[in-house]
């Protein structure tokens, strides 16, 4: 075998050089497997998927509902699309529950729920939504829009 010779006169094997490279990873590999270590203190931890999901999709249309209510009380047209927007993450959520992998019959019965719930909110919100045909009115009477329609947006 050949040998090298450093700066300082040390003869190095290649051997020798190899272990010095190999030895720390192997000793941190066995360290790693060890089941003395920290590996054994941990737990395996089982994530559910479906849910969280579902509590968020009602959480969603709670917030679809108090914005649809505040629109009927304050009448601006703001809440009404706060309201969609809202109903439309519910849908998201509820719809995101069939890639789960934990989800039983109790979970497709709620997300039918919650999507029938949130197909009727949106039918209430596009029904007090303004059309073309109302903007056209505010353009003709703009000075006196507000003694015309008072219950119209604020």
């Not at 529950?97 to 979970?107: A, E, S």
Request: glycine residues 2%.
């Amino acid at each position: 075998m050949t040998t090298k010779q450093d700066t300082t006169g040390f003869l190095i094997k290649p051997r020798t050089w190899i272990m010095f490279v190999i030895l720390p990873f192997l000793t941190f590999s066995i360290a790693a497997c060890s089941p003395f270590g920290e590996a054994a203190t941990r737990k395996k931890i089982v994530v559910f998927c479906s849910e969280p999901r579902l509590t968020a999709s009602f959480d969603f249309h709670k917030n679809a509902r108090e914005f649809l209510s505040s629109y009927y009380k304050t009448r601006k047209e703001s809440e009404l699309f706060f309201a969609w927007y809202a109903s439309e993450d519910s849908v998201f959520m509820a719809r995101s529950v069939k890639l789960c992998f934990d989800k039983k019959n109790k979970h497709f019965h709620a997300v039918q729920n919650i999507l029938q719930k949130n197909k009727m909110i949106q039918e209430l919100i596009t029904q007090n939504m303004r059309t073309d045909a109302q903007s056209q009115l505010s353009q003709l009477f703009l000075g006196e829009y507000r003694k015309l329609f008072v219950r119209d947006i604020q």
